[in-house]
């Protein structure tokens, strides 16, 4: 594949992960299956159509893997070791941006070794990209990992049109100015053509940073990036780049699909009735990560029952929380933090027929997260800064009952689009109780009225549709690949 001289891909996806989990069986067999995720069930159909190839890491460390094809997609593996992994995407990328970007919830770390590795690994990334684009090729780099590659790709391959979509929040200047390597960072995004974010508000952060750090003129969505080397604010010769809002959504025909299977739902059936058929059953799916505010769901949770307004007779919360970035002190920290209060919880309000909270410290396959879903009368997403929280969104695209009910926060990405949920400040507890209950009391037709309101935003704007928006950005309309529908 890139051992033919010419590189050749029109279409280019760059990601941290590869979207594919490496297997080896006993007798040294290998098998590459495809992690289930929205980007590439977005992305899938497109890149079959225009001749695309997926550079990424694959997942193991230390390890050369050839370029190979799974699924109809090409797959360039980008080789990291064990340091990189430490240094470039434990921390810089999760212990120091990853914080910082999320309002400062937890400390971020400002070490030098972790940003070398971080420059070190775009570099790779950027090479990787660099070297099967072929000419004029469109290439989508992903996420607060490879906020570099932009500018290493336009320096190696000024002939490429490079978009750049950020999955997580875009700090306000304040925070960000905190960022020992900011100009560096801000400077390899300007490398890109378009800068995706999530919320109107990230695009207005990522700009004011641009004017206050760089000084560059900017109208609305346009930045002009002077392209000479002179100073700062100069003005000639410049590049028009964009930096605009791109809402990411689900696959929402899947998932539909799934919760009308009859096997889904007699499991949602089958896990009511395992935890006792509850008057009211409230779920919370997260990555086990101090963002998506599982403590203040819990002492909320904790003290409408000690309060006697909510009783374990009545409702049971099921809280799933995958493990996540399990090496990284903060999460170790969190995960002792959360288990601890979920064990007093039980210890004191459960009784031997009735459970407060169901913790699942476990990934679940789709089919049961569904299942899940289809069960919950209530959905709490808490989080205290989300790019966007996907679980809301695959909440309502599974409720095609048009039943249940969204408590979200409203500073998750998914709160603008989404504004039929109770939108909560998961900060103010007293709030966010009073929320709880109402949900849990809400009529029927109030309901309905909300879900199907709910319902129809996230069916317009799917993730195919996002995709396809982003991509249309970034060619402007001209030299659209093959595969993408209008609007
Ligand atoms: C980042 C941004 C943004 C979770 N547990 C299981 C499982 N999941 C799936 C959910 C959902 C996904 O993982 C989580 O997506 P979120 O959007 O909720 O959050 P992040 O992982 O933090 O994602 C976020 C997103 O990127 C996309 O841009 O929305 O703001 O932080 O799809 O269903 N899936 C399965 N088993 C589990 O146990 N199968």
């Known amino acids: 594949m890139t051992s033919s001289a010419e590189p050749t891909y029109t279409l ?17 067999a290998v098998t590459w299956r495809t992690s289930p995720g929205g980007l590439v069930t977005a992305l899938e159909p ?25 699924d109809g997609i090409s797959l360039v593996p980008v080789r990291l070791n064990e340091t990189d992994i430490e240094d470039y995407y434990e921390g810089f990328s999760n212990d120091t941006l990853w914080p910082l970007y999320h309002d400062v919830i937890a400390p971020p770390s400002f070490h030098r070794e972790t940003w070398d590795a971080y420059v070190r690994v775009n570099r790779r990334f950027a090479a990787a990209a660099a070297a099967v684009a072929a000419p004029g090729a469109t290439v989508w780099v992903h996420d607060y990992q490879l906020q570099l590659v932009p500018r290493m790709l336009r320096e190696a391959r000024p002939d490429l049109v490079i978009g750049f979509f950020n999955h997580i929040p875009f700090p306000p200047y304040g925070i960000y100015a905190q960022l020992p ?17 999530q ?16 000084g ?7 930045i002009d990036v002077p392209t000479g080397d002179g100073p700062i604010g100069q003005t000639g010769d410049s590049r028009r780049v964009i930096a605009k809002h791109f809402p990411i959504s689900i696959d929402a025909a899947s998932y539909e699909e799934l919760a009308r ?8 059936r089958q896990i009511r009735e395992d935890l006792g058929n509850p008057k009211t059953l409230m779920l919370g799916v997260d990555r086990l990560d101090y963002t998506k505010g599982i403590g203040h769901r819990l002492k909320a949770f904790g ?3 000690a309060d006697g307004r909510l009783s374990v007779e009545d409702v049971t919360l099921v809280q799933v929380a995958s493990p996540s970035r399990e090496r990284v002190s903060t999460y170790m920290a969190l995960r002792d933090e959360i288990e601890l209060a979920v064990g007093r919880l039980n210890g004191d309000f459960s009784t031997i027929s009735h459970t407060a909270i169901s913790y699942h410290h476990h990934s679940y396959p789709r089919e049961e997260m569904v299942a899940m879903y289809l069960a919950a009368d209530v959905m709490l997403v808490t989080a205290l800064r989300d790019g966007m929280n996907l679980v809301a969104k695959e909440y309502v695209a599974v409720r095609f009952d048009v039943d249940g009910v969204l408590v979200l926060s409203e500073f998750a990405g998914a709160a603008d689009e989404l504004k039929q949920a109770i939108l909560i400040n998961p900060h103010d507890i007293d709030g966010t109780k009073d929320a709880i209950v109402r949900a849990v009391e809400m009529p029927k037709r109030e309901r309905t009225r909300r879900m199907r309101s709910l319902r129809r935003k996230v069916a317009e704007n799917d993730v195919a549709a996002w995709s396809a928006s982003f991509l249309r950005a970034l060619t402007g309309g001209a030299a659209v ?3 993408i529908p209008d609007d």
Request: proline share 6%; no cysteine.
């Open 216 to 222: 560059y003129p900017t109208r609305g969505v346009v």
């Open 481 to 483: 690949p093959a595969g």
């Open 181 to 197: 390597w900011r100009k560096q960072i801000l400077h390899g995004l300007l490398g890109a053509d378009v800068i995706g974010f």
């Open 46 to 70: 497109l890149m079959r159509s225009s001749h695309g190839a997926w550079v990424g890491w694959p997942g193991v460390a230390d390890r050369d893997f050839e370029p190979f094809e799974n």
């Open 303 to 305: 003290e409408l029952l």
């Open 12 to 28: 280019v996806v760059v990601s941290n992960r590869l979207p594919v989990d490496y297997d080896e069986a006993a007798d040294g």
């Open 261 to 268: 299977r009859p096997d889904i739902q007699a499991r949602a």
């Open 199 to 214: 919320r109107v508000a990230d695009a207005g952060n990522f700009t004011q940073a641009v004017r206050r750090l760089f």
